[in-house]
């Protein structure tokens, strides 16, 4: 019996709480050249998409509900209430915000492509630079594989 309770007592020993909340605590090295998931880093030219009718309709109700209620500060609240009362409006009454929502959208859109078009002609330059290097690369393989192919006939010959 003694050696089952020294065994008890050795484990209980060997796993402290306060090692074991420290264990895996430590934050890896960050890493420049790359963003969380392996995703490229985003692009700040790209524009921003549109705000959908709902927060069309919350850039308004904000300003009434500030000066409805200027002793609240929290952020949350007005996010709340105005779901609220987006929620209890009718169609007619959301219209005229998904109306603002869309034209919104068909302005991005333009800028989307343009902004693409823009994107593909660099990516084209690029494209053109390495194609010149591609194509001087081959010149020169395609010369030594002549050489390689005129031994091989050398060979057979022997």
């Keep these: 019996m003694k050696g089952a309770k020294g065994k008890g007592a050795a484990k209980r ?82 219209a005229p915000y998904e109306a603002k929502a869309a034209k919104r959208k068909t302005e991005y859109e333009k800028v989307m492509k343009a902004y693409n078009k823009k994107q593909e002609s660099e990516a084209d330059d690029v494209e053109e630079e390495s194609d010149k290097s591609k194509s001087e690369v081959d010149e020169e393989s395609g010369q030594e594989d002549d050489d390689e192919e005129e031994d091989d006939d050398d060979e057979d010959d022997d």
């Design 13 to 94: 020993d060997a796993l402290k709480p306060v090692d074991d909340r420290k264990v895996g605590k430590k934050k890896a090295p960050a890493k420049a050249a790359k963003t969380k998931g392996g995703k490229a880093a985003k692009d700040p030219n790209k524009p921003k998409r549109p705000p959908s009718a709902f927060f069309v309709f919350l850039e308004e109700f904000r300003v009434t509900f500030k000066k409805e209620n200027p002793n609240v500060k929290a952020v949350s609240a007005v996010g709340k209430a105005g779901g609220e009362k987006w929620k209890s409006m009718s169609a007619a009454e959301k």
